[in-house]
């Protein structure tokens, strides 16, 4: 079936150690998204890819960072976390240029910070 | 820029009751409407969508939803609920020209009871 998976599904760091969560489609959609999400908050979008284009959204701290080296893979640096960085990260992707570009999530990766 | 507002945080409700989940929205423009169930510690699935057409929307797990352009709304509802609803659903939304992002509503959590 075709999915977004992300790995790992939970994340233990330190505080202020680098930690990178992946995602990976097979959806072959040209927009992916990663949100943040924190306990019983919506989601919150942090940047996004369409194609090789990078868009962040203003408030995004310049602690994070993004990479998608290729049309299935997409990447969440978070560079130095604090304990604020610990929440639920989702990544979605769409397909642009559709009627409606549906995103479709990822079962998510909890990040703890220690 | 359009906005979502999802009017109770939680709505208590005992099994094979019926359930309303109510979402207003904002926009200048002509939007897409979605609603998402977030089930603990999972991502977010696609419940159903409005696109055009039929203001009556039906979606997966035997919920529909309608689209009401002079109330701004688009409220859920399930006739009878199953202990296994108990969730998050969120509603959202995204402007139907060009290309945008979804708009999220700070989310319902729906909590049945036997």
């Known amino acids: 079936d075709a999915m977004v998976i992300q790995n790992p599904r939970y994340q233990v760091t330190q505080f202020g150690k680098p930690v990178t969560l992946s995602c990976s489609q097979t959806?072959?959609?040209?927009?992916m998204y990663w949100y943040q999400q924190k306990s019983s908050q919506a989601p919150k979008l942090l940047f996004h890819?369409?194609?090789?284009?990078?868009?962040n959204e203003a408030d995004t701290p310049d602690n994070f960072q993004s990479r998608r080296p290729n049309t299935s893979f997409c990447f969440l640096d978070i560079r130095s976390p604090g304990l604020g960085d610990a929440a639920m990260y989702l990544c979605a992707t769409g397909k642009a240029g559709e009627y409606e570009e549906t995103q479709y999530f990822g079962p998510g990766t909890r990040l703890l910070v220690l | 820029a359009q906005s979502v507002t999802q009017l109770d945080s939680q709505v208590p409700v005992f099994e094979e009751a019926p359930v309303e989940l109510r979402c207003n929205y904002s926009?200048?423009?002509?939007?897409?409407l979605f609603w998402y169930v977030q089930y603990p510690n999972q991502g977010l699935q696609l419940l159903l969508k409005?696109?055009?057409?039929?203001?009556l929307v039906k979606g997966i797990n035997g919920f529909e939803a309608e689209f009401n352009k002079s109330q701004t709304s688009f409220h859920l509802r399930k006739p009878s609920v199953h202990i296994s609803d108990t969730a998050e659903y969120f509603c959202?939304?995204?402007?139907?020209?060009?290309?945008?992002?979804?708009?999220f509503g700070k989310g319902t959590m729906l909590l049945v009871s036997p």
């Open positions: 890819y369409y194609d090789k284009d990078f868009n």
């Open positions: 926009s200048s423009v002509s939007v897409y």
């Open positions: 959202a939304a995204k402007m139907n020209s060009g290309y945008s992002t979804l708009t």
């Open positions: 409005y696109l055009s057409g039929s203001t």
């Open positions: 959806l072959n959609h040209n927009v």
